[in-house]
């Protein structure tokens, strides 16, 4: 044979494939034809017994694929701040890898406090990288359940109250995960809001509710980022699993909103063979197994999805289009990830990635409070810091649940401070309270002399990744700090005048004492970079530009869930008396002043705001209106503001919140620097959810646009109307 006819033989043998005998040119394997030729090929080629299989799991995160046709398993990884370490086959429990050590990036809700999608771009992008490394193709995040009482264990994996703020965040998000072939899956699809209760409680909610404060971010996740994946919820909704829901999955996600991805159920949330059938789940992962006797051969055997399914299948009760319609999906997972040859090979645990994850954090750290500029630390002045509290040496990678990771390193808030200010000052340490049943008293005690002798005190406290602090599974009790962390701050307080408290949380905590001390900052869970970044933040190295993702309540009854006394249910329903006024919604309605605003956070320069003027006063339904303002750095130093839109409904046939998040912009400026910022909405941004009508409307009418600093600090007004 002749070399071009050698190589003519070897391509037909490579895209030919024995079936049944007879041979067919291999359509599925050729990633020049339309992928929907290339599905249904591979579709004709496998038995009922190869399809049912993709359909459930093998092992605690990944599903069969059909090794006859050379198509390739699917394996996931936990998600959504860095990539899990690697468990046993059938158990939680890590296997032990000593090349599984992976960067941790910031909590989810520092990345929404960064308000800036840039920010959201390069975490989507390092996580990505290091999802494709470990030849993960589906990353199990992000997140973006509302917000809607601080005791919710898992608002940290979150971004915030916000619909707007976190539609627009999650876009870059996933679409820079998948550019590496690897498929976001966002979860929890939906209402799961709390985790008392998760496994069952039914959540009943208006169908304004739905649409308006729940939804948008799922929503904007499919149609303008493109998710390949999403989770169903544990929760129930209108008496049906959220896994196997027909209202959630069958008629919003993929017929409303055409989502053409796989719907993969939250691990062990599937609970009924026929729902799961019919109901819009493709695949079915976590259901209970002991990995070893309950099952015939295989404990995966007795998923809902597998031989049960199979079973009525082979008997005819229900259709093989229910299976194929499953199957096409995941193939198409398949051909996007890992089928597809132009992905690019990843990369894992490098110092670029821990650097964007550093980057993300010091936008993401908010400035709450600033007295007497007690922040940036003077270097030139202060000779002995103070650093009193468990949380400056804790690790805050380990725990959580789901998000615990196995990090290559962090660097805790005491070495980031050391490291950052050991030249200058000092640094003498005290735990001051403990999560652990040791001697508080002592501990108090031993802070308050060390916090005599300093010229500055940080104060690293806030909540940990513990059962019933920040962590999945359970839920919070209350609004307050624990171990002590209250009195602990009054004492310090009493001993020292130079008292910065940095609070490292996903969730909103009361501060009794914020009156009694200077500076407060949200240090959020920073992952890797955590003390670097935060030590930057307070030696002025960085200028901070956070802001909120949710409103920090005075008390937890100025939430509107508490308010009125919903949460958490009865343990079977919840049902959400708030309605749409989640957040600054219900703050703004009920004219409550909350301890830190929605939108609020400090810089160490100043802003100023210029008058917004708007290129037109009135608009037609199908034309767009633009807000145009100055905003001048009037400090002596580079920072960044986030400016934001809200926008008021003056007259509306239906109550509507006072205002609502439109729009924002992150400006970097020198200076003194001065630039235009402006902002372009259509009538999509005037208008609510008509349940009766089950549209969304924009009437005719008065607005208002808002330019706001926080949501409570509105520094220009226009008028406009709606033709
Ligand atoms: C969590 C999911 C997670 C899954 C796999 C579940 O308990 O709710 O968010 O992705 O476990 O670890």
């Known amino acids: 044979m002749n070399k071009i006819n050698r190589i003519v033989f070897l391509g037909f043998c490579f895209f030919s494939i024995q079936v049944s005998g007879q041979s067919k040119i291999a359509i599925y394997l050729n990633d020049k034809k339309p992928v929907k030729e290339r599905i249904e ?8 017994e190869e399809k049912v299989a993709m359909c459930h799991a093998q092992s605690k995160f990944s599903s069969a694929g059909v090794p006859r046709l050379g198509i390739p398993e699917v394996w996931m990884s936990d998600g959504p701040h860095g990539i899990r370490a690697e468990v046993f086959w059938d158990e939680w429990n890590n296997a032990g890898w000593t090349n599984d050590s992976c960067i941790a990036y910031p909590a989810l809700t520092c990345l929404a406090a960064t308000w800036n999608t840039d920010m959201a771009a390069l975490y989507g992008k390092s996580i990505g990288e290091e999802a494709r490394y470990r030849n993960k193709n589906v990353l199990l995040g992000p997140g973006v359940n509302i917000y809607r009482t601080p005791l919710n264990g898992r608002n ?41 209760d998760r496994d069952h409680i039914n959540v009943n909610v208006s169908d304004r509710a739905l649409y308006e404060i729940y939804l948008p971010a799922f929503k904007a996740a499919v149609q303008k980022g493109g998710a390949w994946a999403i989770m169903g919820s544990y929760n129930q909704y209108k008496g049906e699993h959220c896994c196997h829901n027909q209202y959630l999955l069958n008629d919003i996600l993929k017929r409303d909103w055409k989502f053409d991805g796989v719907v993969i159920s939250d691990w062990g949330g599937v609970h009924d063979t026929r729902q799961a059938i019919t109901n819009g789940l493709d695949m079915e992962f976590g259901s209970w197994t002991n990995g070893l006797s309950w099952g015939r051969s295989n404990a995966y055997d007795n998923y809902y999805l597998a031989a049960p399914f199979l079973k009525l299948l082979k008997s005819g009760d229900v259709s093989e289009e229910l299976l194929n319609d499953k199957v096409r999906r995941i193939l198409l997972l398949i051909f996007r990830t890992t089928m597809n040859k132009e992905r690019p090979f990843g990369s894992f645990g490098t110092e670029e990635h821990a650097l964007a994850g550093r980057k993300i954090a010091q936008e ?18 202060i000779k002995k810091i103070a650093v009193i509290g468990e949380n400056a040496t804790k690790m805050m990678t380990i725990g959580g649940g789901s998000s615990s990771l196995k990090v290559k390193y962090e660097v805790s808030p005491l070495d980031g401070i050391k490291k950052r200010f050991g030249s200058s ?22 802070a308050v002399e060390t916090a ?16 019933n602090q920040d962590s999945e599974g359970a839920d919070r009790k209350g609004l307050s700090l624990s171990y002590g962390q209250d009195e602990l701050i009054n004492a310090i307080s009493k001993v020292n005048k130079n008292v910065a408290v940095i609070i490292l949380s996903g969730n909103a905590v009361a501060m009794p004492w914020v009156n009694k001390v200077s500076s407060i900052v949200e240090g959020w869970y920073c992952g890797t970079e955590a003390g670097n970044a935060i030590a930057s933040v307070l ?44 957040g600054y919604r219900w703050v703004d309605k009920q004219n409550i002043k909350p301890l830190f605003s929605f939108g609020h956070g400090l810089s160490y320069t100043t802003f100023k705001y210029g008058k917004v003027s708007a290129d037109k006063k009135q608009l037609a339904a199908d034309e767009d209106i633009t807000f145009t303002l100055s905003i001048k750095n009037t400090g002596s130093r580079a920072g960044e503001e986030t400016v934001q839109l809200y926008i008021s409904d003056k007259k509306s046939s239906l109550p509507r919140p006072v205002k609502e998040l439109k729009g924002f912009k992150k400006i970097q400026l020198n200076a003194n620097e001065e630039k235009n910022v402006s902002f372009t909405i259509s009538k999509e941004a005037l208008s609510f959810y008509d349940d009766i009508k089950h549209s969304w409307i924009a009437e005719p009418g008065a607005f208002e646009a808002l330019i706001g600093a926080s949501s409570t600090d509105i520094r220009s007004k226009l008028s406009f109307e709606l033709r």
């Open 364 to 381: 993401g750290i908010v400035l709450l409070q600033n007295k007497g500029n007690l922040l940036p630390l003077n270097t030139s002045t």
């Open 452 to 467: 005599k002798k300093a010229d500055v005190v940080l104060v690293f406290g806030g909540l940990n990744k513990k059962e």
């Open 425 to 446: 000052a000092e640094i003498i340490y005290a735990p001051g309270y403990t999560s652990e049943k040791n001697n508080k008293e002592n501990l108090l005690q031993k």
């Open 539 to 582: 030696a002025g190295d960085v200028n901070p530009s956070g802001k909120l993702p949710f409103t920090f309540p005075v008390r937890l009854e100025d939430s509107a869930a508490h308010a009125l006394g919903d949460y958490p249910g009865n343990g079977k329903d919840e049902t959400y008396n708030e309605g749409i006024f989640v």
């Open 156 to 196: 940290f994996e979150y971004m915030g109250e916000d619909p707007f703020l976190s539609s627009t965040m999650v876009v870059p998000y996933i679409q820079e995960v998948q550019k590496n072939g690897v498929a976001a899956c966002v979860k929890h699809f939906a209402l799961n809001n709390q985790e008392v």
């Open 41 to 48: 090929d591979a579709l004709s080629r496998m038995t009922l």
